[in-house]
């Protein structure tokens, strides 16, 4: 089923009231022996510095004989044990030279938080329907100096039929998805009882540069970070100090474009039938998979509810990132904590997008994919190593209220480990952003399928929703 967050302002859940009862910046249980300070890999230099996007776990009832301040306190504790094995997440960044960051592992602490919302656990929610009020149910600590900011947040919210929200939001300098859901399972074994059956690897210089030069001063993926589009209006209320001073009372819309997120599932039938679909006509030992499949129906689908194969030769970019752990000589250890995501790119006309068949922005998902090799992982290391300021890049791509696409997936998230003793998590979403952003897909595991989380233009959000070939797989 198709569904969208219109209405929000009207619905029950946007009215939700969440009271913080406890805040507490939580430090690792015993002092350990560690390094004071942890040089980052220079993947980690070029992601964005906040934190990720805020990935939110529901359960259903915690037992009779677990209040939720026994809950919190025991979650604390493990937290607090967690720490110390997963001793960067205490610490705070620190600049270095060429616009660098390093981890000062100082023990100061993670940032937790327990409230309580005045409602039972909306259904909505649960399933995807509307995630309106979500941003409740976490925060963010940006500040003006990032290296005061915890490296992680958390925030549990207790709803009236006893039902729970977790959210852990891990700094993205820090940690990336596969990273982030092993130290939230480390934490569930330690909650548990359990000991974790493995120690995390932080030894980021198995992701150093070779040090021999690399053959081109540009990169295909990299580059200076594009800037955010500002509406005109925005830019002469800043430009004039009566006028900046009436922005906070402002509509929010009147300042940022309408970007309503909209949920899209597909079934694990629906999602046979589109890879079925997405190898007809293939070559005898072409591959593609699931992934690839969705990923370039969405890219197809998108694209033509922008209208941009309207526009004579518009070119249009899709950008994912690859798991680098297994790509690199040798291979990451499993355990291993930090950044090793690999951005790559698919281009392609948008004419092209939609005259070919499926299979054929399928073969060009999976030819980025397959580029992801030990070379590539290597070329990517060296290029950012010569760079003069790490601070100044980011991708290149245009994606907000611009022709790109940039798609984060998180099918592989472990959902059938979110358990603390009384059942699976009923759901895994990601919150309601506080700024919108155009262009951006979010693909969550969901028992029975895969949930599309897009991110669109009001405008042309409608004409996805009326977008025949996206909605067959639908559902």
């Not at 004989?65 to 044990?81: D, G, H, I, Y």
């Not at 291979?331 to 291993?336: N, R």
């Not at 290149?396 to 480990?417: E, M, Q, R």
Request: one cysteine or more; hydrophobic letters at 40%; a positive charge.
């Amino acid at each position: 089923m198709a569904t969208t967050q219109r209405g929000e302002k009207s619905s029950k859940i946007s009215k939700m009231k969440v009271r913080v009862l406890s805040e507490e910046l939580l430090k690792p249980k015993t002092p350990a022996d560690h390094p004071k300070l942890l040089e980052l890999s220079v993947i980690d230099q070029v992601q964005p510095r906040f934190h990720g996007p805020p990935m939110l776990a529901f359960l259903g009832p915690m037992p009779d004989a677990l209040p939720f301040e026994e809950f919190v306190q025991r979650s604390k504790e493990a937290w607090a044990r967690t720490l110390v094995a997963y001793y960067p997440l205490a610490g705070r960044l620190v600049r270095q030279k060429e616009g660098c960051l390093a981890i000062d592992c100082n023990d100061a602490g993670i940032l937790v938080r327990a409230a309580e919302a005045d409602c039972p656990l909306p259904q909505e929610m649960v399933t995807g329907t509307s995630m309106a009020g979500s941003d409740k149910l976490f925060f963010t600590e940006r500040g003006e100096d990032i290296t005061t900011v915890p490296l992680l947040l958390i925030q549990f919210t207790r709803f009236q039929d006893n039902s729970l929200c977790m959210y852990f939001g891990f700094h993205h300098t820090v940690s990336d998805g596969a990273s982030s859901s092993l130290a939230a399972y480390y934490w569930i074994e330690l909650f548990k009882g359990k000991e974790p059956p493995f120690v995390p690897v932080h030894d980021r210089s198995l992701l150093k540069a070779s040090g021999e030069p690399v053959p081109s001063k540009t990169h295909a993926v990299l580059g200076l970070a594009p800037t955010f589009p500002i509406p005109k209006v925005v830019k002469i209320m800043l430009g004039s100090p009566r006028l900046k001073r009436v922005i906070p009372y402002l509509p929010k819309r009147m300042i940022l474009p309408d970007v309503p997120l909209h949920r899209l599932f597909f079934s694990k039938g629906k999602l046979e039938a589109l890879k079925k679909d997405a190898c007809e006509g293939l070559p005898a030992g072409r591959f593609v998979s699931t992934n690839d499949a969705l990923t370039a129906l969405l890219w197809r689908s998108i694209s033509a509810a922008r209208g941009l194969h309207k526009i004579p030769e518009q070119k249009t970019r899709l950008a994912f990132a690859a798991d680098g752990r297994s790509k690199t000589e040798p291979p990451l250890p499993e355990e291993y904590f930090g950044g090793a995501n690999i951005t790559t790119l698919s281009d392609a006309t948008a004419a092209d997008l939609q005259n070919q068949p499926l299979s054929w922005s399928a073969s060009k998902v999976r030819d980025s994919v397959s580029r992801v090799d030990a070379g590539y992982v290597r070329n990517v290391v060296d290029w950012i190593a010569e760079q003069p300021n790490k601070a100044a890049l980011g991708l290149n791509i245009n994606a907000h209220l611009g022709p790109d696409l940039l798609v984060s997936i998180l099918t592989k998230f472990p959902i059938d480990l979110m358990d603390l003793g009384w059942g699976n998590a009923l759901a895994v979403a990601p919150g309601k952003y506080h700024i919108p952003f155009d262009g951006l897909v979010v693909l969550v595991g969901s028992r029975g399928g895969v949930c599309a989380f897009v991110s669109l233009l009001a405008g042309h959000m409608k004409k996805l929703m009326k977008h025949e070939p996206l909605l067959k797989y639908v559902g």
